[in-house]
């Protein structure tokens, strides 16, 4: 999939010498980026890197130790929450239920923001559920009872609920956990799609990179220590720059047009030597 040139496209969210901490740990050190609209970020990195961290902050549901985030040029602690909520969503890791309800209900609580007068759904608001659904293929689900689900499906329920959210901006916090491979394929094929409107931009943290590799335009790598690595996904998620944040050496192996990141057969201190340097 192609996209416009970064600067020829809308700034969407721009991270201003931001600063993230963990008790003693520093997770990101004055980091300075800004994300534009139409792009694709897999946020990779090392467990215990700030993932998490990192994309509530970004959701404006945690404060950074210093620095600022803004979103379409104002800081996001003005924007009101309202608002907010409109431009951007925030698919956590996990969504626990609490209680019975049916997918097409748990699916609809995301039109909240647009809701207006006593707060009643209007059939648009379930017209918006029905058609998060159908892109993920979940139509059939919609009368069952969200208890009844297994992990991977209530994972797709949760990214269905996000896109009928209809912010501009996703943040997804471990989107394809408990999918198998189909699923995160299919998930990936429609973000991929869904930023093809105007002004759409997604962050999904991952695991995978190959997977990011793929469908990801851009990757924001964390190396747990400070530092972070950002850009393009195929000038980021390189054996040299993953292997330094990740601890363990990985080569790029090709077979055809295909490229694939695995482990090197050899002890674990020896890195490949690089001269990347830190984004920021």
């Known amino acids: 999939m ?14 201003q010498r931001l600063t993230l901490r963990a008790g003693s740990r520093t997770l990101l050190d004055a980091f300075t980026h800004t994300f534009y609209a139409g792009e694709i970020w897999c946020v990779a990195g090392p467990n215990g890197a700030g993932k998490t961290t990192l994309l509530s ?22 924007w009101p929450p309202l608002a907010l909520a409109q431009r951007r969503a925030l ?8 209680f019975s309800a049916s997918v097409l209900d748990i699916v609809t609580l995301n039109r909240f923001p647009h809701l207006s007068g006593w707060g009643w759904e209007r059939d648009a ?21 969200v208890l009844s689900l297994s992990g991977g499906e209530r ?42 409107e105007p002004r759409r931009t997604v962050m999904f943290s991952c695991h995978d990179l190959n997977l990011a590799r793929r469908f990801a335009t851009h990757a924001l790598l964390l190396d747990g ?27 790029l192996i090709r077979d055809g047009e295909h490229e694939a990141l695995i482990p090197a057969p050899r002890a674990r201190h020896e890195l490949p030597a690089g001269n990347d340097a830190p984004a920021g």
Do not use: N
């Open 155 to 196: 994972q797709r329920v949760a990214l269905a609920a996000v896109l009928c959210q209809d912010a501009p901006l996703l943040l997804l916090d471990e989107p394809l956990s408990h999918l198998d491979l189909h699923h995160q394929i299919d998930c990936l094929e429609t973000l991929a799609g869904w930023t093809h």
């Open 57 to 78: 902050t970004l959701a404006g549901l945690l404060r950074p130790a210093a620095g600022h985030i803004e979103l379409d040029g104002v800081r996001l602690s003005d």
């Open 225 to 251: 220590a400070g530092g972070a690595y950002a850009g393009p996904v195929h000038d980021v998620l390189t054996p040299t720059l993953t292997s330094r944040a990740f601890g363990y050496p990985l080569i």
């Open 125 to 145: 608001d379930r017209a918006a559920a029905h058609d998060a659904l159908d892109l993920l293929g979940l139509a059939t689900f919609a009368a069952r009872d």
């Open 91 to 98: 698919m956590p890791q996990s969504a626990p239920d609490a």
């Open 2 to 15: 192609k996209h416009a040139p970064s600067h020829l496209a809308h700034a969407a969210l721009s991270a």
